[in-house]
C-alpha cells in the first residue's frame, strides 16, 4: 500500500491527500467543500475531543448547544463581527420546496420566503450573548463558562480535507466575567490548556503567542494563539482564544448589576479549536509510508497478527494472545488482534503501517515455543524481539517512548527552523529557501505588515508571548521596532 503514496519530496500536497484518503480518514462528499469524515477519522477526533472535554470540565466549564440558525440582524449588531464573516455566510431564504409544475423534480417555494434571513452559523458569538442577556442580570450570575460542540459553516471557495472545509466540527468557548482582569485570565487559561494538549497528547510543540491586530478575531481586543510547524515548513494555527472586552456584552446591552449595585458590561471571551488538528497532526508526524499516530490519541494503540500454518498453531496462538489482550486492556491500551483470515499477514503489516498504529506485534507458532514475539515501532520502523513474560508492561513503556519520541523529532524539527532575519533580502531568502518561522522586527503598522504580505505571501504567525525586547529596525521600512515578530508562509 505504501507504494501508492505520492513522496513528500515529490508532491507534499498530494502526499498529504493520499494520507487521508488511503489511510481511511476522510472522503470527498457530494456536496462541493464538504468532506465525510470516516469511521477512523471520527475515532481520532473523538480522542481528540475527549481529552479536551475533561480539560474543559476540569478547569469549571460545563456544555450547552445553541442553534444552527442566526437571524441575520444579529451579526449587524457588532461591526467589525460582521465584517470579518459577511464574505463567508452560508444564508437560508426560504423554508420551504414544492413541485416544480414542469416536473422537473422540486423548486424553492417563492411564496415561502423568511421574513429575515437566516445564517448558517459561522461562529456562535452573536446568538449567545442575545442568549446570555436573559442569564446574566447580577455578578451573582457570573462567571459563565460554557462550551458547545458543534459544526460550523464558513463558505469556503478552495477547501483541503481537514484543513480548510466549508462545513467543519470544532468546539466554541464562550464565557462572560465580572472584571477584565478575570476575562484575561480565562483567556489565558484556555490558551495553556490548548498548547498542553497539542504538545503533552498531540506531540505537536507549539509557540504560545498574540495576533497582530490585523490577524485578530473579528471584534475581538486581543487574540492568543498557539502556532505549530509542518513539515513542508509552513505555519498552522493550532488554537485561538480571545479576549473580546465589552464588544459583544455591549452590542446585545448584557448588563450586570455589580457588588456596588451599579450597572456595567459583561466582559468577554470565546475560544475553539477544530477538526483542523486532525491535519496538523497528519503533517507533523506522518512520512512516506502512511500516518504516525501519537499513541495517546491513536484511536488503535496495538495490533497483534498471528502468523500460522493450521488449525492446531492457530489454537495455540490464539490461547496466548488471549492473556496479552486482556491484560493490555485492563492497563488501558486499546488493542486489536486480527486474526481474520480474508488478508495475509503481509498485507495486514502494511495496513496497520499505512493507518499509523504505533505498536505492531506478530506471534508464530515458533515464537510461542521461544517465548517471545516480535514487535514494530511505527516511528521508527524499529523490530525487537520482547519475552511474552511480562510483554503488555513493557508495550506501555514502549507507548510513553514513542509519545516522547515524536514530540522530541517535532521539537528538534521546529527549533531548527525558526531563522533570524535582518534584512529583507535575507528575510525572503529564508522563506524561499529554507521556510519555517522567520524571526525579524516589524515597525508595528498594519501597512508595513500588509506589504511584507503582499511580497512575500508570509503572514506574522504570532508575537510570542513574553517576548524579549530588542532595539532594532524593521526589515521593510526601516523604522525603529523594539520586538521580533514570526512571520511564516502558513496554511
Known sequence: MSKKITARSEDYAKW??????????????????????????????????????????????????????????FLSKEAAHVEGFAKECAVVTHYRLKNDPDGH????????????????????????WNTYKDWIQSYRDLPVLVNQWANVVRWEMRTRLFL???????????????????AIAETEQMLDVYADFAEQYMAVPVIKGVKSPSERFAGAVETYCVEALMQDGKALQAGTSHFLGQNFAKAFDV?????????????????????????????????????????????????????????????????????IVEELKRLGVSVRYDD??????????????????????????RDIENNVAEVARRDTKEK???????????????????????????????????????SFDEFVKILDEKGGFVSAHWDGTAETEEQIKERTKATIRCIPLNNPQEAGTCILSGKPSTQRVLFARAY
Open 255 to 323: 448588563q450586570f448589576s455589580n457588588k456596588e449595585n451599579k450597572l456595567d458590561y459583561v466582559w468577554a471571551t470565546s475560544w475553539g479549536v477544530s477538526t483542523r488538528l486532525i491535519g496538523a497532526l497528519i503533517m507533523v508526524h506522518s512520512d512516506d509510508e502512511g500516518l504516525v499516530l501519537p499513541p495517546r490519541i491513536a484511536p488503535l494503540q496495538v495490533v497483534i497478527v498471528p502468523i500460522y500454518k493450521g488449525a492446531d498453531q492457530k489454537t495455540a496462538i490464539d490461547e496466548k494472545v488471549k492473556g
Open 105 to 128: 423534480g422540486v423548486i424553492v417555494d417563492p411564496e415561502a420566503k423568511l421574513e429575515e434571513e437566516l445564517i448558517v452559523r459561522p461562529t456562535s458569538e452573536t446568538i449567545i
Open 384 to 422: 525487537m524481539s520482547l519475552s511474552l513474560d511480562g510483554l503488555p508492561a513493557r508495550i506501555q513503556q514502549l507507548l510513553d517512548e514513542i509519545q516522547q519520541n515524536l514530540f522530541t523529532k517535532a521539537k528538534t524539527f521546529r527549533d531548527a527552523n525558526i531563522t533570524k532575519a535582518d
Open 340 to 365: 481474520s483470515d480474508n488478508n495475509r499477514p503481509g498485507w495486514k503489516f502494511a495496513e496497520y503501517e499505512m493507518k499509523g498504529v504505533p505498536v505492531r506485534i506478530a506471534i508464530g507458532a
Open 16 to 73: 498529504y491527500n493520499d494520507l487521508v484518503l488511503k489511510g481511511g480518514l476522510a472522503d470527498y462528499s457530494a456536496v462541493r467543500g464538504c468532506m465525510v469524515i470516516k469511521p477512523y477519522g471520527f475515532a481520532l477526533w473523538e480522542a481528540m475531543r475527549d481529552v479536551l472535554d475533561r480539560k474543559f470540565k476540569d478547569t469549571g466549564h460545563q456544555n450547552a448547544y445553541f442553534p444552527l440558525f442566526i437571524p441575520k440582524s
Open 164 to 182: 480548510r472545509t466549508a462545513e467543519f466540527l470544532w468546539q466554541e468557548g464562550h464565557t462572560a466575567h465580572a472584571t477584565a482582569e478575570e
